[in-house]
């Protein structure tokens, strides 16, 4: 089985670059979601998270609340290196025992959806690592068009993160996400069969 990890920052169109992937027949892991499953009530990220956070992060019904962990988080980095250390082994467990799943099952092509795969230090797990980038300009749009937020926002939320050239320095493939979505549909398209199927 062919194990992609794919990133790229915030904007870039990575969720547009694995619905290209699904419809060539690859099955589609998002890491996010796993994040969430990763600190669910009865879990061990949930009892680390919430005695390094503290109970007041639990919500009415017993779940860890993001928008009161959130502002902890990202007002402090020492707190957001810490919560990265308690969830980024649990999150890397849950994608091997998926992978391992899905291999059992014979799946060809399995793609992993991750903003943070390269900081997490995942690259290991993964055969190729493809990076999807975008113009600058259309990302600070989309986020504005997308996440409502202003331009600064944006620009802040852009800065905070790896650049685009620090990915592309540990990515075996770059696609490009410049024009329209059919564009990089052909785009991945054309990468799958130079890389893949052909």
């Known amino acids: 089985m062919l194990k992609i990890g794919l990133t790229g920052g915030i904007g870039t169109g990575k969720s ?24 669910l009530p009865g879990t061990v990220g949930f009892d680390e998270v919430v005695a390094e956070f503290g109970s007041e992060i639990v919500s009415s019904v017993g779940e860890i609340d993001r928008t009161k962990l959130g502002p902890i988080v990202f007002s402090d980095s020492s707190k957001m290196d810490r919560l990265n250390e308690i969830m980024h082994p649990l999150i890397r467990d849950l994608i091997e025992k998926r992978l391992g799943t899905l291999e059992s ?14 900081e997490a230090g995942w690259k290991s797990v993964f055969d190729e690592i493809w990076v999807v980038v975008a ?6 749009n989309r986020l504005g068009d ?17 650049s685009d050239n620090e990915r592309i320095e540990h990515g075996d ?26």
């Open 105 to 118: 099952a014979h799946t060809k092509v399995a793609v992993v959806e991750a903003a943070i795969l390269i």
């Open 146 to 162: 997308r996440n409502g937020l202003s331009r600064d926002e944006a620009v802040k939320r852009i800065d905070s993160q790896m």
């Open 16 to 39: 547009s670059v694995t619905e290209a992937f699904q419809s060539l027949g690859a099955t589609v892991i998002n890491a996010d979601l796993l994040g969430h499953e990763a600190y």
């Open 173 to 198: 493939v770059v696609v490009e996400n410049t024009g329209s979505v059919e564009n990089l549909q052909a785009r991945v398209r054309s990468l799958w069969v130079k890389r893949i199927s052909g």
């Open 135 to 140: 113009d600058r300009e259309e990302v600070i």
